[in-house]
């Protein structure tokens, strides 16, 4: 018997008790029951976490297109697959059934192939949240291309990064883009961008706005006439188990973004896994996860693990907010949507406005809701219980990152009993650890600590991509022989977990991860600037906000200082992106530091979040007399 979909609580502990026992066993009879392979593995479980190296299912082969798609148009051929409502409801939704997906990702596929892609290239898509994106990802896997998705709220010079450290060859764009009642140049964007980025030969334009741009003689095209001259077959590149499948970049506490690199056959199995169990997806449902594919969010649980599922994926181009505050709930009435999934951020903002935005649609068909992306404080989970799921379906918490691939912490929904602001308990297959400083582990509930996983799953990230070593660092080494997650977590007296946190210099802002040193580095470009320290502090939309704190040069000291506001956040507008903008910055004449010059962000985070009582010992500082300066000017 599978343990494929789990229905109650005690077989979720006979399931668990299984998966931790016998790993290998577990894994491989879900791999073998619920996928088509083109070969068996030879072997389920190769790993080391001390190199680090992780191997699940060496020896298959398969096309994870094959998986998503073609299997299901026996059976499924007419279904909606990726069900795409636009940024305007006036314009009419879009279904593409599993056949008319299969028609336009073989196409796509071989437009890829006729512009020079091969097995092992690495393509950016920089797009909006179009089918062509979700057709794009997956035409890249269908002829065993690396897809590189590219957030496209990030700016040029995050662009030009992300596609000079994977050296891509082509970059997948838009004319243009809508949000709401704007329009965004992505076009503008890619073109200042690959001023910076020689490696890249081909640039596919798809149109969206129908805006005026520029194309590059020699190096744009546009995609649509390329599409129409395609051929609707492509046979899938056949590929090994371990092959790559995509970079995701992901912030860092210091320096540039991680590429984290996610490989095929494992990565299938266990997002498909989750997606069944944590949505509890049956055949005529109807799931809409909010994300953008841009991020890890829509990789695994809009694209991937709902269509190797054959499910119905709703993909929309919009915000929350166009044309009023009641467009998510106008969705879900619309679609019947089923299963519902979005961030904390997203049912804080919606939660401000007029309760009347939501009582005035039907949410009945709603059976399911989840989120993602931060902890989930106790106000809005109620607001979202109460009014969205009418105190009907269950909230399932997930808790996981880029790094994990899918969900390694939630409830199952009518299993698992929910409690606001808990994640609850391990997926099967997921053996948490929470480690105190000095590298024990903290056994026992009631306890609180670092949050490691002891054991591999199958879509645990398998490197960085071109540095192995920094991989290595990052996860593997504050703890030796387990995965560091970079989270504080509590665990309750039934053994339930709860996030607290970040506890390295990575900030969540609007459930984005956002590194201090990147943006300190864009601030500290500003000529006037002559150094900076960001924190986050307590906000009642975003969950976090960024404080800076910035020394003047000399030369700055006579600045008008709204206007060095204005500059700062300008400066890293064009760095990393509006995402990564300060609510608040102060002036100060220094920064408090340890004798070794490290700055004690600690000290700083206090000060922003005005928790000022409790600084803790300021008198082995290099420089206490400016914390109290700090103090009397905090903003
Ligand atoms: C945070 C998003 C609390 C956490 C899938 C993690 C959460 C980081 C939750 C990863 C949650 C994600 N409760 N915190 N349910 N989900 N986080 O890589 O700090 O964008 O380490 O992946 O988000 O963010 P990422």
């Known amino acids: 018997m599978s343990n494929y979909h789990?229905?109650?609580?005690?077989?979720?502990?006979?399931?668990?008790?299984?998966?931790?026992?016998?790993?290998?066993?577990?894994?491989?009879?879900?791999?073998?029951?619920?996928?088509?392979?083109?070969?068996?593995?030879?072997?389920?479980?190769?790993?080391?976490?001390?190199?680090?190296e992780i191997k699940w299912f060496e020896g298959a082969q398969l096309n994870i297109t094959e998986n998503c798609i073609d299997r299901h148009l026996y059976t499924r051929g007419d279904k909606t697959a990726i069900l795409f409502e636009p940024n305007d409801p006036k314009e009419e939704a879009e279904h593409i059934t599993y056949r008319q997906l299969h028609e336009r990702v073989s196409k796509f596929a071989n437009v890829l192939k006729e512009n020079g892609?091969?097995?092992?290239?690495?393509?950016?898509?920089?797009?909006?949240?179009?089918?062509?994106?979700?057709?794009?990802?997956?035409?890249?896997?269908?002829?065993?291309?690396?897809?590189?998705?590219?957030?496209?709220?990030?700016?040029?010079?995050?662009?030009?990064?992300?596609?000079?450290?994977?050296?891509?060859?082509?970059?997948?764009?838009?004319?243009?883009?809508?949000?709401?009642?704007?329009?965004?140049?992505?076009?503008?964007?890619?073109?200042e961008a690959l001023e910076q980025c020689p490696g890249v030969q081909t640039v596919l334009v798809a149109k969206r706005i129908n805006s005026k741009i520029n194309m590059k003689a020699g190096r744009d095209k546009w995609l649509q006439p390329l599409l129409d001259d395609a051929y609707a077959d492509c046979v899938p590149e056949?590929?090994?188990?371990?092959?790559?499948?995509?970079?995701?970049?992901?912030?860092?506490?210091?320096?540039?973004?991680?590429?984290?690199?996610?490989?095929?056959?494992?990565?299938?199995?266990?997002?498909a896994?989750?997606?069944?169990?944590?949505?509890?997806?049956?055949?005529?449902?109807?799931?809409?996860?909010?994300?953008?594919?841009?991020?890890?969010?829509?990789?695994?649980?809009?694209v991937y693990g709902p269509l190797a599922n054959g499910a119905t994926t709703v993909m929309f181009e919009g915000v929350p907010s166009f044309p009023d505050y009641g467009r998510f709930w106008d969705?879900?009435?619309?679609?019947?949507?089923?299963?519902?999934?979005?961030?904390?951020?997203?049912?804080?903002?919606?939660?401000?406005?007029?309760?009347?935005?939501?009582?005035?649609?039907?949410?009945?068909?709603?059976?399911?809701?989840?989120?993602?992306?931060?902890?989930?404080?106790?106000?809005?989970?109620?607001w979202y219980n109460d009014h969205v799921g009418k105190k009907k379906c269950p909230i399932v918490d997930t808790w996981w990152q880029t790094e994990t691939g899918g969900v390694l912490i939630s409830p199952i929904p009518f299993a698992t009993p929910t409690k606001p602001t808990y994640a609850t308990l391990p997926m099967p297959g997921i053996q948490p650890a929470l480690m105190d400083e000095n590298g024990k582990e903290i056994k026992g509930n009631q306890v609180d600590g670092r949050l490691c996983i002891k054991f591999p799953w199958p879509s645990i990230a398998r490197s960085i991509w071109g540095n192995h070593e920094r991989y290595k660092e990052t996860y593997f080494s504050a703890f030796p022989g387990k995965y560091f997650t970079g989270d504080g977590a509590l665990r309750d007296e039934v053994g339930y977990y709860r996030i607290t946190g970040r506890v390295d210099d990575v900030i969540i802002v609007s459930g984005h991860n956002l590194g201090t040193a990147p943006i300190e580095d864009a601030i500290n470009e500003h000529p006037a600037v002559a150094e900076s320290a960001i924190v986050g502090f307590p906000h009642d939309i975003k969950g976090n906000a960024l404080y800076g704190y910035v020394i003047l040069k000399e030369t700055g000291e006579s600045r008008d200082r709204d206007n060095l506001r204005k500059e700062?956040?300008?400066?890293?507008?064009?760095?990393?992106?509006?995402?990564?903008?300060?609510?608040?910055?102060?002036?100060?004449?220094g920064l408090p530091k340890t004798r070794s010059g490290k700055i004690m962000r600690r000290i700083l985070r206090k000060i922003a979040c005005n928790e000022t009582d409790n600084l803790g010992d300021t008198s082995t500082l290099l420089n206490p007399e400016v914390v109290k300066e700090i103090m009397d000017n905090v903003l």
């Open 273 to 302: 896994y989750t997606f069944k169990n944590v949505f509890q997806y049956k055949e005529d449902d109807v799931y809409w996860c909010t994300a953008d594919i841009g991020w890890i969010t829509g990789h695994s649980y809009i």
């Open 117 to 191: 892609i091969k097995k092992g290239d690495r393509v950016c898509i920089y797009l909006p949240m179009i089918p062509e994106l979700a057709i794009s990802v997956l035409a890249c896997a269908r002829i065993g291309a690396i897809h590189s998705v590219i957030f496209a709220g990030f700016s040029a010079t995050a662009l030009a990064t992300r596609v000079n450290d994977c050296k891509a060859k082509m970059v997948i764009t838009s004319d243009g883009s809508y949000r709401g009642a704007k329009t965004i140049d992505l076009k503008g964007i890619v073109d």
């Open 6 to 52: 789990i229905k109650h609580l005690e077989e979720y502990y006979q399931v668990y008790r299984k998966s931790v026992r016998n790993p290998e066993s577990f894994w491989e009879e879900i791999a073998e029951e619920h996928f088509m392979w083109r070969k068996r593995w030879d072997n389920v479980l190769d790993w080391d976490f001390s190199k680090p």
């Open 238 to 271: 056949i590929m090994d188990a371990e092959d790559p499948l995509f970079i995701l970049y992901t912030s860092g506490s210091t320096g540039r973004p991680k590429g984290m690199l996610h490989t095929t056959a494992g990565y299938m199995v266990y997002t």
């Open 331 to 382: 969705i879900v009435e619309k679609h019947k949507v089923t299963q519902f999934y979005t961030a904390p951020t997203a049912i804080r903002a919606l939660a401000k406005e007029n309760l009347d935005y939501v009582t005035e649609h039907d949410l009945s068909s709603l059976k399911v809701l989840g989120t993602v992306g931060e902890p989930i404080n106790e106000e809005a989970w109620h």
């Open 568 to 589: 700062i956040n300008q400066m890293i507008t064009e760095h990393i992106g509006p995402i990564a903008k300060l609510n608040k910055i102060q002036f100060v004449p």
